[in-house]
């Protein structure tokens, strides 16, 4: 069985600030690996997603995440918080191939953006 | 854009009792997932299905079960609730089990 592994539960940044959220995963096969941002009182929203290929992807609301192999890691990064990017972060990991397997979560990280 | 619909939002259930939560998934999705989210707790994975057949198990409790009818359209469906099932729950859907999950603004249960 997979697990996610996020290493900062609760994060304070200031606005502009730069952000690096860590996830690790431990799987033995290959994953498919993806971070989700809930809003307070809101749902989760798919951020990105890391399927095959380059191993940086681009997602919305100016996120990326690299995927490193060796590493087991997909790191959220963002190079100027808003405010508005207050909100938990979910990096979560199911397993390629079943194609309707369940999401597996991390533990989430609570980002604060002070103004 | 359609998004997947959840209903009820907001459901009182007393202990002992049964509930029922429905999902309507993106038109053309034809794979539903469920999800338990307790306070402060990452979302888990309870059920899944494909084309109306059940596809992946998570940590459903045997006392829950659910089913994906011709409409593609899924419940869940609760017995002999206990206070620790007050949780959010969430439904996802994807297209044809490709591994993008669409999530649902989820129905708030809470026993009492």
């Known amino acids: 069985a997979q697990s996610v592994s996020q290493h900062n539960h609760h994060v304070i940044l200031s606005e502009a600030a730069s952000l690096e959220l860590g996830c690790n995963y431990s799987?033995?096969?290959?994953?498919?690996l993806f971070w989700y941002v809930q809003y307070p009182g809101q749902h989760l929203q798919l951020l990105l997603k890391?399927?095959?290929?380059?191993?940086l992807v681009k997602g919305i609301k100016g996120f990326e995440a690299e995927f490193i192999k060796s590493k087991f890691s997909f790191n959220l990064r963002k190079p100027s918080v808003q405010w508005s990017d207050t909100a938990e972060y979910f990096c979560?990991?199911?397993?390629?191939?079943?194609?309707?397997?369940?999401?597996?979560f991390g533990k989430g990280t609570h980002l604060i953006i002070q103004p | 854009a359609a998004g997947v619909i959840q209903s009820p939002r907001h459901l009182i259930k007393e202990k002992r009792e049964t509930a029922t939560l429905k999902c309507y998934p993106i038109?053309?999705?034809?794979?539903v997932y469920w999800y338990q989210q307790g306070p402060g707790q990452d979302p888990q994975f309870l059920i899944s299905?494909?084309?109306?057949?059940?596809?992946d198990k998570g940590s459903i409790p045997d006392r829950f079960s659910a089913q994906q009818f011709s409409d593609y359209h899924s419940e869940l469906n609760m017995s002999s609730l206990e206070l620790g099932d007050s949780a959010l729950y969430f439904c996802?859907?994807?297209?044809?089990?490709?591994?993008?999950?669409?999530f649902g603004p989820g129905t708030r249960l809470t026993v009492t």
């Open positions: 038109p053309r999705h034809d794979t």
């Open positions: 979560a990991v199911n397993a390629k191939g079943g194609g309707a397997d369940g999401l597996t």
């Open positions: 799987y033995g096969g290959t994953v498919n």
């Open positions: 299905f494909y084309e109306k057949m059940q596809s």
């Open positions: 890391y399927f095959s290929g380059d191993p």
């Open positions: 996802a859907s994807s297209p044809s089990r490709t591994y993008e999950q669409y």
